[in-house]
């Protein structure tokens, strides 16, 4: 399982990414947010990110370095698209979902930007701020696929999380900082919804 865990929680991330906006693509493509170009701009450099970053997995998989050497190139660019598209949703935003998300976006850019920065002193810390890092992006796609798979953010949507924190902390066989602050930014968010709720 550890020999192949970065390919396939890469896959899981996308694939959650097509479920939790299926109705822009899919079921209800005649939505308002579909003809906005700063949507459109955001869906495009989102879905690349996630796309490339399961391209760069298999590459590593397959041992083709030189490949993913060049690729990653591109998928830096295709970050800094991605991060210069989302921040414009978020910045006018401060309800506690909303904060939430861009806390973990924050960090989860921080840990990205160290990705690229060790990605030729150290492998081990680059696979991992970027896999962990590109997992605290993804959920507002999990928000909208738990909606879609089983009808609200409940019980399943929470699981995930644990499940997910658990992967990590079991791959790396502990508690790595990026993890532990991860679970807390995470954590302080959902506590303030919690307290919020009306």
């Known amino acids: 399982m550890r020999k192949h865990f970065y390919l396939v929680v890469s ?3 996308w694939l959650i990414m097509i479920i939790g906006f299926s109705d822009n693509w899919l079921t209800d493509v005649g939505q308002p947010s579909n003809s906005q170009p700063k949507f459109l701009i955001h869906a495009f450099f ?3 990110w996630f796309t490339i970053l399961v391209i760069q997995n298999g590459f590593i998989e ?3 370095f ?9 998928g830096f660019l295709i970050y800094i698209g991605f991060l210069l598209s989302t921040l414009p949703l978020y910045l006018k935003e401060f309800e506690p979902l909303s904060l939430m998300v861009f806390s973990q976006l924050i960090f989860g850019s ?3 930007g160290l990705s690229y ?31 879609h798979l089983f009808g609200s953010q ?10 997910f924190f658990g992967l990590f902390i079991w791959y790396h066989k502990k508690l790595k900082w990026q993890i532990a602050t ?17």
């Open 62 to 64: 397959k041992q083709d």
């Open 154 to 163: 409940g019980i399943e949507w929470l699981l995930l999380y644990l499940v």
């Open 11 to 13: 896959v899981i991330l």
């Open 110 to 112: 921080i840990l990205i």
């Open 117 to 147: 920065y060790y990605r030729k002193k150290d492998v081990q810390i680059h696979k991992m701020n970027m896999m962990f890092g590109s997992f605290l992006l993804v959920q507002p796609a999990w928000d909208r696929a738990a909606g």
């Open 66 to 74: 030189s490949t993913h050497i060049k690729v990653g190139k591109l």
């Open 182 to 198: 991860g679970i807390l930014i995470w954590a302080a968010g959902l506590t303030n919804i919690i307290l919020n709720m009306n």
């Open 46 to 48: 989102a879905f690349s």
